[in-house]
């Protein structure tokens, strides 16, 4: 079984920055397709980024156009941790952010649906205040 659990979430102003951490307990850490969605309310979950396990220790990340040059995904493969620094924060990135997991290779558009994905964390809440 694998569990994920986020932190870092909060409120900060226009402009700021938030570094949010997941966790994950259970298998080979560094095999695992990891991403990050976000669900702003009364909206879908969106997909944010991406760090896709291509096999040994290759990975490649990816982010929706709407973050791309603000946010940036890293792990820790030591430690089992997947952060998401997230800089010049927007208010329309307000909401709730996911940790996810996949085990294995995705390819990079199965990798932005949340379908792809099998282990969720609880969520972690994003207020950014204009």
């Known amino acids: 079984q694998v569990q994920l659990e986020e932190s870092g979430g909060g409120l900060v102003q226009a402009g700021g920055s938030l570094r949010l951490s997941c966790v994950v307990a259970?298998?080979?850490?560094?095999?695992?397709?990891m991403g990050w969605f976000r669900q702003a309310p009364g909206k879908e979950r969106e997909f944010v980024a991406a760090?896709?396990?291509?096999?040994?220790?290759?990975?490649?990340?990816y982010y929706a156009d709407s973050v791309k040059g603000r946010f940036i995904i890293s792990v820790d493969n030591a430690n089992n941790m997947v952060y998401l620094q997230m800089n010049s924060l927007k208010p329309e990135d307000t909401g709730v952010y996911y940790c996810a997991a996949s085990f294995g290779h995705l390819m990079a558009a199965r990798a932005m649906g949340s379908y792809a994905y099998n282990y969720w964390g609880q969520g972690t809440q994003v207020t950014v205040s204009s």
């Open positions: 760090r896709i396990w291509s096999g040994d220790t290759t990975y490649n990340a």
């Open positions: 259970g298998r080979t850490f560094s095999s695992y397709t």
